[in-house]
């Protein structure tokens, strides 16, 4: 009796009819095979319905090997039941190969069946089972049937352990090789060429070198594989002049190479760069007609990729074969990555119009090329190929497809599919955190992050960076110091990318001390790590530690870039370093060859503009090679304002509103000129113009965080819990600054009303606000921090330098273009801002 498909037990009778259901087309005899095969094989067609002994095991094997031959296990199971019905007369040599026939069809539950039934069995039987486990990923399975085979005392042959080797390789268990190893010793098959191959690419895997060049030494007979496998070990584990080494070899005892010795050999020659004897290979190559192999077609591509030669990428993959998926998935790939979006596509077009079916890895790179060309249409076209192809649960393509809707603007449609991806890891959670800080969302970036912590995904130095990005946006200082430590606890303290986020977060948090013991501490620094360093300097108006970390950076090797010259440039704009400033903008171009953009002509106009050279500055707006943008023009109205240059602040604000009609800022630096020259009228007017297109100006605010909590204030407000302590303290400031020699400067309020409504005004500015609420919620004698999103005017900078020096408190003020760092009585803008 035999179990097939149902699991009941049929008679031999039945599994005709089974056959005849698989297989319409079989003989009309219960045995089901080609009658055909049956002649090839004997020529005396007829016998094949006769009882057994007209048939021996031998035809039966024949006719089986046939079947192995032809691929056709469906005749193998008719031949089957005719075996079954004439007595089962077959013995182990044609149960083996009948074993073989169903493993090699991938019918394994009736492999199993015809295993287990068997009423002898020898090691070709195990191992054609454990082969027929791997093939179906069935590891374990696989596993538990060389234990056995040990265990009932069967031969452990070459054949066994190469089987099983292979086995540990692909359930990523090869450091189990090692006590296969002892026990290949202890049988004297150490020497054998397919043992010792197998162990090779077995502790290749692991990475144990050492010993796979051991067993490669023990090896009498060296084969060509033989010499690959040790070639691909070397190249695979970064041993690249070892694996160049080792090819030069096999070369001198007359071993060719073939195209999987190719392969690694370029892989080493990449390694080192060793590209001058990459081109020699080639030759070899060539001479030996494995140019249009896939495996040496792609790693010639990867080739020269890595050296840059364009013209032999295009011809490589113009002359190897393309019906194969791998070649244009890596050019897609590498054209994505190389910042050529546009040819990504168009790739990918082409391969659409060769009719090879795309992959995942395809869909991944082009959805990467749509996401930096910004391009939605281009996207939710690539969606639809997608869900066509049932690739959408894919974690590599879902992944790039959030990626692509976030970069678009659409980072609900991330979320969602987010939401819906039944596969999630590091990068699903560390691409929506990304895309939320890029859209301006901290807050919400930042409760990702919380939530993914709580699903146990571990974090990466991409998370770390992002949500400190984030912690940075929000100068929220409690929640980076937090992120900070748990860096140190998972390790990534030390990591270049996660330092230079730090940097920038305590920067930006006001803690610039912070910032630069970070720097220091740091083993390894970039471009980004010293660029970073400058703008932290820069922004707390520290103009010359900024340039001394420049100067730093020039004596270390460290080659200057274009932004790196814009934090050079806005240092000296925001200390008022005209010569220094206008020396490194000239140097940009005749030392470095940078041209100036439009970041680095805006640090200039502003510093010329600043420092009172308004016709400077327009005369450098006026020279600029291209089109003036709203950013250069907002420097010089800013610098106006500053000077009440009333007809070139108009000037300015006309050229903004050309560019944008509704910039309400614009609109209201301009009435603040008018205010400042008592041109009410105008004054008047431009407010009316604001109302009839629906603009309003932008409320000052000032916020502080205390307790884990955000706590808001705007001019004059009222709303807060603490309001009658906050004003109280502000009036007894407002006694002790006067006897400590404050007078009020009125020209802060640009309202036309009485001289003491002014005075009263300027004590409710949202910073005092804040202010005030910090003396009498936070621990004496810590640090104030205190953001504003507008620039702090005159008069609360003079009251914040009395107050820092009357209460003996640092404190710290971020307005909307630097920080001011107030310690007993001086500021660190020193005045100029």
Not at 291 to 319: M, P, S, W
Not at 463 to 485: K, P, R
Not at 496 to 520: E, P, Q, W
């Amino acid at each position: 009796m035999i179990r097939l498909f149902t699991g009941r037990a049929l008679r031999p009778s039945n599994i005709s009819a089974v056959h005849r259901k698989l297989n319409p087309f079989a003989c009309s005899s219960s045995c089901g095979f080609s009658a055909q095969a049956a002649i090839q094989t004997q020529q005396n067609p007829s016998s094949i319905n006769e009882p057994c002994s007209h048939f021996d095991s031998y035809m039966y094997g024949s006719l089986l090997r046939h079947c192995i031959q032809n691929v056709d296990p469906i005749s193998a199971m008719g031949l089957h039941c005719k075996i079954l019905k004439s007595g089962n007369c077959l013995d182990l040599f044609a149960t083996n190969i009948l074993l073989n026939v169903y493993v090699k069809a991938e019918f394994l539950s009736q492999a199993e069946l015809l295993f287990d039934e068997m009423p002898e069995r020898n090691t070709i039987s195990f191992v054609t089972l454990v082969q027929g486990y791997a093939q179906r990923s069935q590891f374990s399975e696989a596993v538990g049937l060389f234990s056995r085979l040990h265990r009932e005392g069967h031969e452990l042959n070459p054949f066994v352990f190469t089987s099983i080797l292979k086995v540990l390789v692909s359930m990523e268990r090869s450091e189990l090789a090692w006590n296969l190893h002892a026990c290949v010793y202890k049988l004297g098959h150490e020497s054998n060429a397919f043992v010792g191959t197998a162990l090779i690419d077995a502790y290749s895997v692991c990475g144990c070198v050492d010993f796979a060049r051991e067993v490669f030494d023990g090896i009498r007979c060296k084969d060509m594989v033989t010499w690959t496998g040790m070639v691909a070990c070397y190249a695979e584990n970064d041993c690249f002049q070892e694996a160049l080494e080792a090819f030069s070899q096999m070369r001198s005892v007359g071993f060719k190479p073939n195209n999987f010795t190719f392969a690694g050999v370029f892989k080493a020659c990449i390694g080192i760069e060793a590209f001058d004897i990459a081109e020699g290979v080639h030759g070899c190559v060539l001479k030996t007609r494995y140019e249009h192999d896939i495996y040496v077609g792609v790693a010639l591509l990867e080739l020269y990729t890595k050296c840059g030669n364009i013209d032999n990428v295009q011809r490589v993959f113009e002359e190897i074969p393309k019906t194969d998926v791998i070649p244009w998935s890596f050019m897609i790939s590498r054209y994505a990555q190389s910042d050529q979006s546009e040819k990504a596509v168009n790739l990918f077009c082409r391969m659409r119009q060769s009719f090879v079916v795309p992959n995942q890895y395809t869909f991944a790179s082009t959805l990467q090329a749509c996401a930096t060309l910004g391009d939605l249409d281009l996207g939710k076209q690539m969606h639809s190929l997608v869900l066509k192809a049932c690739l959408d649960a894919d974690v590599f393509v879902s992944n790039a497809l959030m990626d692509v809707y976030a970069k678009c603007g659409r980072i609900e449609d991330s979320m969602e599919l987010f939401e819906k991806s039944p596969n999630r890891n590091d990068v699903s959670w560390n691409t929506l955190i990304v895309g939320y800080v890029n859209c301006g969302d901290a807050e919400k970036a930042v409760d990702l992050f919380m939530e993914m912590l709580e699903n146990q995904v571990q974090a990466t130095e991409v998370t770390y960076s992002s949500v400190l990005c984030a912690s940075a946006s929000l100068t929220a200082l409690e929640l980076g110091t937090q992120i900070h430590s748990l860096t140190v606890k998972t390790n990534y303290a030390e990591n270049t990318v996660v330092h230079n986020a730090l940097i920038d977060m305590y920067s930006k948090c006001g803690r610039i001390r912070d910032a630069h013991l970070v720097f220091d501490m740091m083993n390894e620094r970039d471009e980004v790590s010293w660029n970073t360093m400058i703008s932290g300097y820069s922004m707390h108006g520290l103009g010359m530690e900024a340039l001394k970390i420049f100067q730093m950076m020039k004596d270390r090797g460290y080659k200057p870039n274009t932004l790196t010259f814009v934090g050079v440039l806005s240092a000296c704009s925001n200390s008022g370093l005209l010569d220094q400033g206008q020396a490194y903008f000239s140097s940009m171009l005749q030392e470095y060859g940078i041209e100036p953009c439009i970041e680095h002509y805006s640090c200039m106009v502003w510093l010329l503009g600043r420092s009172g050279h308004l016709d400077k500055a327009l005369k450098l707006i006026e020279e600029i090679p291209f089109k003036p943008s709203v950013m250069v023009w907002r420097a010089l109205l800013g610098a106006c304002v500053i000077h009440n240059n009333v007809e070139l602040g108009r000037i300015s604000a006309e050229r903004i509103l050309e560019m944008e009609p509704q910039d309400d800022a614009t609109h209201v630096l301009l009435s603040n000129i008018y205010a400042t020259a008592r041109k009410w009228d105008n004054v008047t007017a431009i407010r009316q113009s604001m109302r009839k297109k629906g603009m309003k100006k932008e409320p000052g605010l000032s916020w502080i965080e205390n307790q884990g909590r955000v706590h808001y204030f705007s001019v004059g407000d009222t709303s807060h819990p603490d309001t009658k302590v906050i004003n109280g303290i502000l009036e007894w400031l407002n006694v002790r600054t006067r006897r400590s020699g404050y007078v009020p400067n009125c020209n802060a309020v640009l309202l036309d009303v009485e001289h003491k409504e002014k005075e009263r005004l300027l004590w409710v500015h949202s910073e005092r606000l804040a202010l005030a609420f910090a003396l009498f919620r936070t621990t004496p004698g810590s640090q104030i921090r205190i953001i504003k999103n507008l620039r702090i005017c005159v008069d609360c900078h003079a009251a914040m330098k009395l107050i820092s020096k009357i209460m003996q408190r640092d404190i710290i003020i971020r307005d909307m273009n630097r920080f001011h760092d107030f310690h007993d009585g001086i500021c660190s803008c020193g005045d100029y801002w």
